[in-house]
C-alpha cells in the first residue's frame, strides 16, 4: 500500500508562475523525500526532510513537513519549462523496516 | 562516473519465458533496490538487498527473484513471465538505509509481456 498520497495528481501552471504539490502519509516517519522524473527518466532525489524539521530550502525548492497533519508540501519558485516532470514524496518509517514507500506523484506541467 | 546502470533498457516476452534484469553501480553502496512503476501507482519495492550476499523481500516479491553475489551487482529474474509483470523495473542504491539517505536510480528497465 502507498505511504504517501500526492496532491494534485497533475498541475498546469505558466512560466514563472509557482507550483505548488502536497504529500499526505499515514503513518509516524523518520524522513520525508521528494524525487522529480523526467518523461522516460529515472528518480532523482531532490530533497530530504528529517521528522523533526519544519522547513527546508534548496534552491527555488521549498519543503514544509508538519507532522501533526502527516503531510508535506514542495514548492516550486519561478517555475521554468525544465521543471516539467513527475515528482513523487517518499517516506521512511521504522514501521515500513526503514524501506522508502512512494506516492503515485504529481505530474507537473509548465507552460513556456 | 556511470552511477546506476540497467541494461537491457528494453525487452519483450512472451508468456511463460525467463528472463534477467542486470542492475551494476559503481558508487560502493551497501544498499540497493528493485522497484517496479506501473501507472498511478507510484514505485513498489520489489526485493531489496542490505549488502553483498543478502536480499529481502519487499511489498510485490511474487514472481521474482534477485541475487546480490557481488556487491556491485543486483539482478532481478523472471523464472516464468506473464502480462501482469508488464511494468518499468527501476533499480536503485543507497550507502545508507534509505531512512537516513537518498536514493540513486537507474534509467528504468522497460519490459512488455505479451
Known amino acids: 500500500s502507498q505511504q504517501g498520497e500526492e496532491d494534485p495528481q497533475a498541475l498546469s501552471i505558466q512560466e514563472g508562475e509557482n507550483a505548488t504539490m502536497n504529500c499526505s502519509y499515514k503513518t509516524s516517519i523518520n524522513n520525508l523525500q521528494w524525487y522529480r522524473q523526467n518523461s522516460g527518466r529515472g528518480l532523482v532525489h531532490l530533497i530530504l526532510i528529517r521528522s523533526n524539521e519544519r522547513e527546508k530550502h534548496s534552491g527555488r525548492l521549498r519543503v514544509t513537513l508538519d507532522t501533526s497533519k502527516k503531510s508535506s508540501s514542495l514548492l516550486i519558485t519561478a517555475s521554468r519549462a525544465a521543471d516539467t516532470a513527475s515528482y513523487f514524496c517518499a517516506t521512511g518509517a521504522s514501521a515500513a523496516g526503514n524501506k522508502l514507500t512512494f506516492g503515485g506523484g504529481t505530474r507537473v506541467l509548465v507552460k513556456p | 562516473n556511470a552511477g546506476v546502470t540497467q541494461t537491457p533498457k528494453f525487452r519483450v516476452l512472451k508468456t511463460g519465458q525467463s528472463m534477467t534484469l542486470l542492475c551494476a553501480q559503481d558508487?560502493?553502496?551497501?544498499?540497493m533496490y528493485w522497484y517496479r512503476q506501473d501507472p498511478g501507482m507510484g514505485l513498489r519495492l520489489i526485493h531489496y538487498s542490505v549488502g553483498e550476499g543478502t536480499t529481502a523481500k519487499g511489498e510485490v516479491p511474487d514472481g521474482y527473484n534477485v541475487s546480490r553475489l557481488k556487491k556491485q551487482n543486483f539482478l532481478l529474474g523472471l523464472e516464468s513471465a506473464a502480462p501482469s509483470q508488464t511494468s518499468v523495473y527501476f533499480c536503485a542504491s543507497s550507502s545508507r538505509a534509505t531512512g537516513a539517505g537518498e536514493l540513486f536510480f537507474g534509467e528504468g528497465s522497460r519490459l512488455t509481456v505479451l
Open positions: 558508487m560502493n553502496h551497501e544498499y
